[in-house]
């Protein structure tokens, strides 16, 4: 591996695999949360739709640089994340297997992957992209994004081993990014 | 009982979140290093205005703004003379010979970033020792993509308080 595939694909996982990286990070969580794992079906699709459109936006930036505002975008993902966790809250944590949230997490894919965008243009020196930097970051990225989830569903089994059901997890999750998510509007 | 366990848990939580979060904030700055012309090189650096501000600031400075170039060129020259060095070799930077730079007058300003240029003489390999601040964000990331010919980027490298120096071979 090249030292410049090697390094951005650090950026890219530790851009999602940050403490400080609320955003992206609770919004997997709150997309997720209410998902059983056995019903793979739903959360796999939910999670291939985001990361196909997330990494399609951040193609089509590389591509044609539509100019963006910084602040909508900040505030778009935030907006995402409200829709997602207020869900899981309105629901009470239930989990509706003819819900289609692959239509959500692909829609907000978009929003994502501006916002992705936004980070890695200024993680590369002026002049300097090479789609050898998008590929790093990009990849790190979904690194990222299935750490997140391997965790969230280690976490839920270790709860309902404590007697926690799905649905108080989720619902306990879901409120929690719904505070943040409140919070950092402010 | 259960449900107003329930909804109390639900409240401290939402306010737990309310309080205790922060916007992801980006601590980073990039650079390029480009070989002009045999041992002449050029170090374009871009860093985000508020942070050098804030570094500048906890460096002693009276709280300033950036937009008064004049007034602030050799307080950016001073803070990069503190923190940023280059050094002949790959080996041990105590032991090493610095390198001298020159900073370009004036600094490029707009309210979002500051654009630096420093300009030098040396022959590889020599060392990029940018501390530019890292002392004010632990999680601080300097990037840099070094080009040394027409052929394209060389060595990209990321400086950080784990690593704070890097080798352009």
């Known amino acids: ?186 | 009982m259960m449900r107003f366990l329930q909804r109390s848990l639900l409240f401290a939580l939402l306010l737990v979140g309310f309080v205790s979060a922060d916007r992801h904030p980006l601590h980073l700055s990039s650079a390029t290093l480009v070989q002009t012309a045999k041992n002449q090189w050029v170090l374009k650096k871009t860093l985000f205005t508020d942070d050098l501000e804030e570094a500048m600031t906890t460096m002693g400075y009276e709280p300033i703004r950036l937009s008064d170039v004049a007034h602030h060129q050799a307080k950016v020259q001073a803070y990069l003379d503190a923190y940023f060095t280059l050094y002949k070799g790959s080996g041990d930077p105590k032991t090493a010979k610095p390198i001298a730079w020159t900073l370009d007058a004036p600094y490029v300003y707009d309210p979002e970033s500051v654009h630096i240029v420093l300009r030098f003489t040396a022959k590889p390999p020599f060392q990029v020792v940018d501390g530019t601040l890292l002392s004010t964000y632990a999680d601080q990331k300097n990037v840099y993509s070094v080009r040394k010919s027409a052929e394209g980027w060389s060595q990209h490298a990321i400086i950080d308080a784990d690593s704070p120096s890097f080798v352009v071979q």
């Not at chain 1, 990009?138 to 997140?148: K, M, R, S, Y």
């Open chain 1, 1 to 186: 591996m090249s030292d410049a595939l090697s390094l951005y694909l650090e950026l890219g996982f530790y851009h999602i695999v940050d403490i400080h990286a609320w955003d992206h990070l609770l919004f997997i969580v709150a997309l997720m949360a209410p998902i059983p794992l056995k019903a793979w079906k739903p959360w796999l699709a939910a999670l291939s739709a985001f990361t196909l459109t997330h990494t399609t936006a951040m193609a089509v930036q590389a591509l044609a640089d539509i100019p963006l505002n910084k602040s909508w975008i900040e505030w778009g993902v935030l907006a995402t994340l409200w829709v997602t966790a207020g869900r899981v809250v309105w629901l009470k944590g239930a989990h509706q297997p003819r819900a289609k949230l692959w239509i959500l997490a692909g829609l907000f894919g978009f929003i994502h992957g501006a916002a992705f965008w936004s980070d890695f243009a200024i993680m590369v020196p002026e002049g300097a992209f090479t789609w050898e930097l998008w590929l790093g970051f990009t990849a790190g990225v979904e690194g990222g994004q299935l750490a997140v989830v391997a965790a969230l569903f280690v976490l839920r089994a270790i709860l309902e081993q404590l007697g926690w059901s799905l649905r108080d997890t989720a619902l306990v999750l879901g409120a929690m990014c719904l505070g943040i998510a409140l919070h950092l509007a402010f």
